[in-house]
Protein backbone atom coordinates (compact mmCIF):
# COMPACT_ATOMS: atom_id res chain seq x y z
CA UNK A 1 0.00 0.00 0.00
CA UNK A 2 1.27 3.69 -0.56
CA UNK A 3 1.07 6.07 2.16
CA UNK A 4 -2.82 7.68 0.52
CA UNK A 5 -3.56 3.86 0.77
CA UNK A 6 -2.11 3.43 4.19
CA UNK A 7 -3.72 6.78 5.68
CA UNK A 8 -7.29 5.89 4.20
CA UNK A 9 -6.98 2.81 6.00
CA UNK A 10 -6.60 5.06 9.10
CA UNK A 11 -8.98 7.93 8.73
CA UNK A 12 -11.87 6.08 7.65
CA UNK A 13 -14.57 8.02 9.51
CA UNK A 14 -13.04 11.20 8.89
CA UNK A 15 -11.30 11.98 5.08
CA UNK A 16 -8.13 12.16 3.66
CA UNK A 17 -7.14 14.22 0.40
CA UNK A 18 -4.27 14.76 -2.05
CA UNK A 19 -2.59 18.28 -2.95
CA UNK A 20 -5.22 20.48 -1.19
CA UNK A 21 -5.41 24.06 -1.36
CA UNK A 22 -4.07 25.36 2.30
CA UNK A 23 -5.85 28.76 1.16
CA UNK A 24 -9.03 26.98 1.81
CA UNK A 25 -7.88 26.24 5.13
CA UNK A 26 -6.55 29.35 6.44
CA UNK A 27 -8.05 32.81 7.21
CA UNK A 28 -5.33 34.74 4.90
CA UNK A 29 -6.31 32.99 2.25
CA UNK A 30 -3.23 32.17 1.00
CA UNK A 31 -0.84 28.84 0.80
CA UNK A 32 0.42 26.32 -1.76
CA UNK A 33 -1.18 22.59 -1.50
CA UNK A 34 -0.59 20.17 1.51
CA UNK A 35 0.58 16.63 0.13
CA UNK A 36 -2.27 15.35 2.29
CA UNK A 37 -4.74 16.65 3.92
CA UNK A 38 -6.57 14.72 6.94
CA UNK A 39 -9.13 15.28 8.95
CA UNK A 40 -9.23 12.29 11.46
CA UNK A 41 -12.32 12.00 13.95
CA UNK A 42 -11.54 11.62 17.72
CA UNK A 43 -10.10 8.03 17.88
CA UNK A 44 -8.39 8.46 14.92
CA UNK A 45 -6.00 10.80 16.25
CA UNK A 46 -4.21 8.60 17.86
CA UNK A 47 -3.17 5.41 15.86
CA UNK A 48 -2.99 8.52 12.50
CA UNK A 49 -0.03 10.14 14.62
CA UNK A 50 1.77 6.95 15.76
CA UNK A 51 1.81 5.60 12.22
CA UNK A 52 2.99 8.94 10.94
CA UNK A 53 5.73 8.98 13.43
CA UNK A 54 6.86 5.15 12.97
CA UNK A 55 6.70 6.15 9.44
CA UNK A 56 9.01 9.08 9.73
CA UNK A 57 6.01 11.24 7.51
CA UNK A 58 6.34 14.83 8.70
CA UNK A 59 3.10 16.18 9.73
CA UNK A 60 1.48 20.04 11.00
CA UNK A 61 -1.13 20.76 13.13
CA UNK A 62 -3.86 23.16 12.54
CA UNK A 63 -6.76 23.98 13.96
CA UNK A 64 -9.34 26.94 12.05
CA UNK A 65 -6.10 28.18 10.15
CA UNK A 66 -6.38 31.69 11.67
CA UNK A 67 -2.82 32.13 13.27
CA UNK A 68 -1.17 31.02 10.29
CA UNK A 69 0.83 31.86 7.29
CA UNK A 70 1.31 28.56 4.80
CA UNK A 71 3.91 29.33 1.75
CA UNK A 72 2.74 29.35 -1.72
CA UNK A 73 4.82 26.30 -1.93
CA UNK A 74 2.54 24.21 0.35
CA UNK A 75 3.47 21.76 3.14
CA UNK A 76 4.99 18.27 2.78
CA UNK A 77 3.72 15.72 4.49
CA UNK A 78 0.38 15.09 6.08
CA UNK A 79 -1.81 18.17 7.30
CA UNK A 80 -4.01 17.62 10.19
CA UNK A 81 -6.67 19.20 10.60
CA UNK A 82 -8.97 19.52 13.60
CA UNK A 83 -11.23 22.39 11.86
CA UNK A 84 -14.51 20.12 11.38
CA UNK A 85 -14.08 17.09 13.91
CA UNK A 86 -13.47 16.81 17.32
CA UNK A 87 -16.56 19.59 18.20
CA UNK A 88 -18.19 17.40 20.87
CA UNK A 89 -18.91 19.41 23.93
CA UNK A 90 -20.65 19.11 27.39
CA UNK A 91 -21.67 20.68 30.66
CA UNK A 92 -21.38 19.43 33.84
CA UNK A 93 -22.17 22.17 36.74
CA UNK A 94 -19.82 25.03 36.37
CA UNK A 95 -17.43 22.73 33.96
CA UNK A 96 -17.64 22.79 30.13
CA UNK A 97 -15.51 19.70 28.60
CA UNK A 98 -14.80 19.84 24.57
CA UNK A 99 -12.93 18.26 22.38
CA UNK A 100 -9.99 20.33 20.79
CA UNK A 101 -11.67 21.28 17.01
CA UNK A 102 -14.82 22.93 18.31
CA UNK A 103 -14.77 26.87 17.07
CA UNK A 104 -14.41 28.94 20.10
CA UNK A 105 -18.01 31.43 18.72
CA UNK A 106 -19.75 27.63 19.32
CA UNK A 107 -18.36 27.36 22.54
CA UNK A 108 -19.14 30.66 24.08
CA UNK A 109 -22.55 30.40 22.54
CA UNK A 110 -22.85 27.22 24.37
CA UNK A 111 -21.60 28.79 28.01
CA UNK A 112 -23.87 31.40 27.34
CA UNK A 113 -27.05 29.47 26.84
CA UNK A 114 -25.96 27.21 29.78
CA UNK A 115 -25.55 30.90 31.96
CA UNK A 116 -22.23 30.03 32.52
CA UNK A 117 -19.88 33.11 32.07
CA UNK A 118 -16.07 33.31 31.27
CA UNK A 119 -15.88 32.91 27.91
CA UNK A 120 -17.17 36.28 26.25
CA UNK A 121 -13.87 37.83 25.22
CA UNK A 122 -13.29 34.82 23.08
CA UNK A 123 -16.62 35.21 21.31
CA UNK A 124 -14.89 36.84 18.05
CA UNK A 125 -11.67 35.26 17.84
CA UNK A 126 -12.17 32.91 14.88
CA UNK A 127 -10.27 30.15 16.17
CA UNK A 128 -10.61 26.43 17.77
CA UNK A 129 -10.59 25.38 20.88
CA UNK A 130 -7.26 23.62 20.58
CA UNK A 131 -5.45 26.37 18.64
CA UNK A 132 -6.07 28.62 21.25
CA UNK A 133 -4.98 26.72 23.79
CA UNK A 134 -1.59 26.39 22.12
CA UNK A 135 -1.72 30.42 21.39
CA UNK A 136 -3.42 31.19 24.66
CA UNK A 137 -5.44 33.30 22.96
CA UNK A 138 -7.20 36.36 24.70
CA UNK A 139 -8.72 39.74 23.98
CA UNK A 140 -10.62 42.58 26.25
CA UNK A 141 -8.78 41.38 29.33
CA UNK A 142 -9.66 38.07 29.14
CA UNK A 143 -7.11 35.06 27.68
CA UNK A 144 -7.74 31.21 28.17
CA UNK A 145 -5.70 30.68 30.71
CA UNK A 146 -8.60 31.96 33.46
CA UNK A 147 -10.71 29.56 32.35
CA UNK A 148 -9.17 26.21 31.65
CA UNK A 149 -9.42 23.49 34.41
CA UNK A 150 -7.42 21.07 32.65
CA UNK A 151 -5.88 20.17 29.10
CA UNK A 152 -5.65 16.56 27.39
CA UNK A 153 -3.30 15.81 25.01
CA UNK A 154 -1.51 13.49 22.73
CA UNK A 155 1.84 13.60 23.47
CA UNK A 156 4.51 10.90 22.54
CA UNK A 157 2.06 8.43 21.66
CA UNK A 158 0.11 8.57 25.13
CA UNK A 159 -2.55 10.72 25.81
CA UNK A 160 -2.09 12.81 29.46
CA UNK A 161 -3.96 15.36 31.25
CA UNK A 162 -2.35 18.56 32.36
CA UNK A 163 -3.66 21.05 34.91
CA UNK A 164 -4.19 24.44 33.34
CA UNK A 165 -1.43 25.83 35.95
CA UNK A 166 0.99 22.95 34.37
CA UNK A 167 -0.01 24.29 30.92
CA UNK A 168 2.74 27.45 31.30
CA UNK A 169 0.53 29.57 29.92
CA UNK A 170 2.01 33.46 28.88
CA UNK A 171 0.87 35.93 26.26
CA UNK A 172 0.19 34.29 23.22
CA UNK A 173 2.28 30.94 24.74
CA UNK A 174 1.75 27.99 25.92
CA UNK A 175 3.53 24.36 27.06
CA UNK A 176 1.68 22.74 23.55
CA UNK A 177 3.77 25.40 21.52
CA UNK A 178 7.38 23.80 23.39
CA UNK A 179 6.48 20.46 23.09
CA UNK A 180 4.85 18.73 20.79
CA UNK A 181 1.82 18.11 22.15
CA UNK A 182 -1.65 17.67 20.35
CA UNK A 183 -4.58 19.02 22.29
CA UNK A 184 -7.44 16.60 22.26
CA UNK A 185 -10.20 17.89 25.11
CA UNK A 186 -9.92 20.48 27.17
CA UNK A 187 -12.00 21.30 30.75
CA UNK A 188 -12.87 24.93 31.38
CA UNK A 189 -14.07 25.92 34.74
CA UNK A 190 -16.61 29.05 34.11
CA UNK A 191 -19.16 31.05 36.43
CA UNK A 192 -23.21 31.36 36.69
CA UNK A 193 -23.81 34.42 35.29
CA UNK A 194 -27.30 35.37 33.12
CA UNK A 195 -27.41 34.57 29.34
CA UNK A 196 -29.20 37.95 28.97
CA UNK A 197 -26.15 39.95 30.20
CA UNK A 198 -23.57 37.39 29.34
CA UNK A 199 -25.19 37.91 25.41
CA UNK A 200 -25.11 41.55 26.22
CA UNK A 201 -21.48 41.29 26.64
CA UNK A 202 -20.71 39.30 23.81
CA UNK A 203 -22.71 41.59 21.48
CA UNK A 204 -21.13 44.43 22.78
CA UNK A 205 -17.37 43.11 22.52
CA UNK A 206 -17.98 42.01 18.88
CA UNK A 207 -19.10 45.34 17.97
CA UNK A 208 -15.72 47.08 19.24
CA UNK A 209 -13.89 44.17 16.63
CA UNK A 210 -16.69 45.60 13.86
CA UNK A 211 -15.34 48.77 14.72
CA UNK A 212 -12.01 48.57 15.10
CA UNK A 213 -10.73 45.98 12.58
CA UNK A 214 -10.72 45.16 8.97
CA UNK A 215 -12.81 42.15 9.18
CA UNK A 216 -13.91 42.77 5.65
CA UNK A 217 -10.34 41.55 4.43
CA UNK A 218 -8.64 38.05 5.00
CA UNK A 219 -6.06 38.39 7.77
CA UNK A 220 -4.92 36.54 10.60
CA UNK A 221 -5.71 38.94 13.53
CA UNK A 222 -3.32 41.17 14.65
CA UNK A 223 0.22 40.00 13.01
CA UNK A 224 2.46 41.33 15.58
CA UNK A 225 2.86 39.95 19.24
CA UNK A 226 2.33 43.29 21.28
CA UNK A 227 6.13 44.19 22.10
CA UNK A 228 6.83 45.17 25.92
CA UNK A 229 5.71 48.87 26.58
CA UNK A 230 4.06 49.41 23.08
CA UNK A 231 1.29 48.31 20.82
CA UNK A 232 2.49 47.26 17.59
CA UNK A 233 -0.23 48.48 15.26
CA UNK A 234 0.71 52.44 17.01
CA UNK A 235 4.80 51.60 16.31
CA UNK A 236 3.37 50.45 12.52
CA UNK A 237 1.49 53.67 11.95
CA UNK A 238 4.60 55.95 13.57
CA UNK A 239 6.74 54.37 11.30
CA UNK A 240 4.47 55.65 8.48
CA UNK A 241 3.60 52.35 7.34
CA UNK A 242 -0.34 52.50 7.15
CA UNK A 243 -1.42 51.40 3.77
CA UNK A 244 2.03 50.26 2.95
CA UNK A 245 1.54 47.08 0.22
CA UNK A 246 3.75 44.50 -0.70
CA UNK A 247 2.10 42.96 -4.06
CA UNK A 248 -1.29 41.84 -3.18
CA UNK A 249 -0.45 42.38 0.69
CA UNK A 250 -1.30 45.58 2.80
CA UNK A 251 -1.08 47.02 6.20
CA UNK A 252 -4.50 47.73 6.94
CA UNK A 253 -5.44 51.16 6.62
CA UNK A 254 -8.18 50.41 9.31
CA UNK A 255 -5.64 48.74 12.32
CA UNK A 256 -2.20 49.18 11.58
CA UNK A 257 -1.73 45.85 14.05
CA UNK A 258 -3.05 43.37 10.40
CA UNK A 259 -1.53 43.03 7.61
CA UNK A 260 -4.80 41.71 5.24
CA UNK A 261 -4.46 40.18 2.02
CA UNK A 262 -6.50 42.65 -0.52
CA UNK A 263 -7.60 39.73 -2.50
CA UNK A 264 -4.33 38.68 -4.70
CA UNK A 265 -1.72 38.11 -2.31
CA UNK A 266 0.40 35.44 -2.15
CA UNK A 267 1.99 33.80 0.79
CA UNK A 268 5.52 35.59 -0.42
CA UNK A 269 3.91 38.97 -0.62
CA UNK A 270 2.81 39.18 2.90
CA UNK A 271 5.74 37.52 4.44
CA UNK A 272 7.86 39.92 2.66
CA UNK A 273 5.54 42.57 4.00
CA UNK A 274 6.26 41.80 7.57
CA UNK A 275 10.15 42.26 7.11
CA UNK A 276 9.80 44.92 5.71
CA UNK A 277 7.62 45.93 8.30
CA UNK A 278 9.91 44.58 11.53
CA UNK A 279 13.01 46.41 9.58
CA UNK A 280 11.23 50.00 9.22
CA UNK A 281 10.04 49.67 13.14
CA UNK A 282 13.43 48.39 14.28
CA UNK A 283 15.54 51.09 12.51
CA UNK A 284 13.12 53.90 14.10
CA UNK A 285 12.64 53.02 17.29
CA UNK A 286 14.88 50.20 18.02
CA UNK A 287 11.79 47.72 19.01
CA UNK A 288 11.63 44.22 17.67
CA UNK A 289 8.76 43.51 16.07
CA UNK A 290 8.05 39.26 16.78
CA UNK A 291 5.25 37.79 14.16
CA UNK A 292 2.31 36.40 16.44
CA UNK A 293 1.54 34.59 13.15
CA UNK A 294 2.75 31.09 12.75
CA UNK A 295 4.60 30.63 9.86
CA UNK A 296 4.32 26.84 7.76
CA UNK A 297 6.39 25.83 5.09
CA UNK A 298 9.49 27.62 3.04
CA UNK A 299 9.86 31.54 3.37
CA UNK A 300 13.03 33.34 1.84
C1 LIG B 1 -10.00 38.51 12.31
C2 LIG B 1 -9.14 37.83 13.36
C3 LIG B 1 -9.19 38.26 14.67
C4 LIG B 1 -8.40 37.64 15.66
N1 LIG B 1 -8.48 38.08 16.94
C5 LIG B 1 -7.74 37.48 17.89
C6 LIG B 1 -7.82 37.91 19.25
O1 LIG B 1 -8.56 38.81 19.60
N2 LIG B 1 -7.03 37.29 20.16
C7 LIG B 1 -6.18 36.27 19.82
O2 LIG B 1 -5.49 35.73 20.71
N3 LIG B 1 -6.09 35.84 18.54
C8 LIG B 1 -6.84 36.40 17.58
N4 LIG B 1 -6.74 35.98 16.29
C9 LIG B 1 -5.77 34.91 15.94
C10 LIG B 1 -6.34 33.48 16.01
O3 LIG B 1 -7.74 33.46 15.81
C11 LIG B 1 -6.00 32.80 17.35
O4 LIG B 1 -4.60 32.69 17.52
C12 LIG B 1 -6.61 31.40 17.45
O5 LIG B 1 -6.48 30.94 18.76
C13 LIG B 1 -5.96 30.38 16.50
O6 LIG B 1 -6.79 29.21 16.51
P1 LIG B 1 -6.84 28.25 15.23
O7 LIG B 1 -7.71 27.09 15.59
O8 LIG B 1 -7.23 29.00 14.01
O9 LIG B 1 -5.34 27.76 15.16
P2 LIG B 1 -4.39 27.70 13.88
O10 LIG B 1 -4.20 29.08 13.34
O11 LIG B 1 -4.87 26.67 12.94
O12 LIG B 1 -3.03 27.22 14.58
C14 LIG B 1 -2.33 28.08 15.45
C15 LIG B 1 -1.30 27.26 16.24
O13 LIG B 1 -1.99 26.38 17.10
C16 LIG B 1 -1.58 25.03 16.85
N5 LIG B 1 -2.75 24.17 17.06
C17 LIG B 1 -3.98 24.29 16.50
N6 LIG B 1 -4.80 23.33 16.98
C18 LIG B 1 -4.07 22.60 17.85
C19 LIG B 1 -4.32 21.45 18.65
N7 LIG B 1 -5.52 20.84 18.67
N8 LIG B 1 -3.30 20.94 19.41
C20 LIG B 1 -2.08 21.52 19.41
N9 LIG B 1 -1.77 22.60 18.67
C21 LIG B 1 -2.75 23.14 17.90
C22 LIG B 1 -1.09 25.01 15.41
O14 LIG B 1 -0.19 23.96 15.20
C23 LIG B 1 -0.43 26.39 15.33
O15 LIG B 1 0.86 26.36 15.91
C24 LIG B 1 -7.54 36.56 15.29
C25 LIG B 1 -7.51 36.12 13.96
C26 LIG B 1 -8.30 36.73 13.00
C27 LIG B 1 -8.28 36.23 11.59
Known amino acids: MNIEEQLKAIVKKGSVKRSEPMKLHTTFRVGGPAEFFAEPSYDEVLPLVSFLKREKVPYTLIGNGSNLLVSDEGVSGVVISFGTQLAEVEVNGNKIKAQAGILLSRLASFAATNALSGLEFASGIPGTLGGAIAMNAGAYGGEMKDVVESVTVLEDGEVKTYLGKEMDFSYRHSLVLDKEMIVLSVEL???PGAEEEINATVKELNAKRVEKQ??????AGSTFKR?????AGKLIEEAGLRGYRRGGAQVSEKHCGFVVNTGDATAADIYGLICDVQKKVQEKFDVTLEPEVRLIGRFE
Open 227 to 231: PEGYF
Open 214 to 219: PLNYPS
Open 189 to 191: RLT
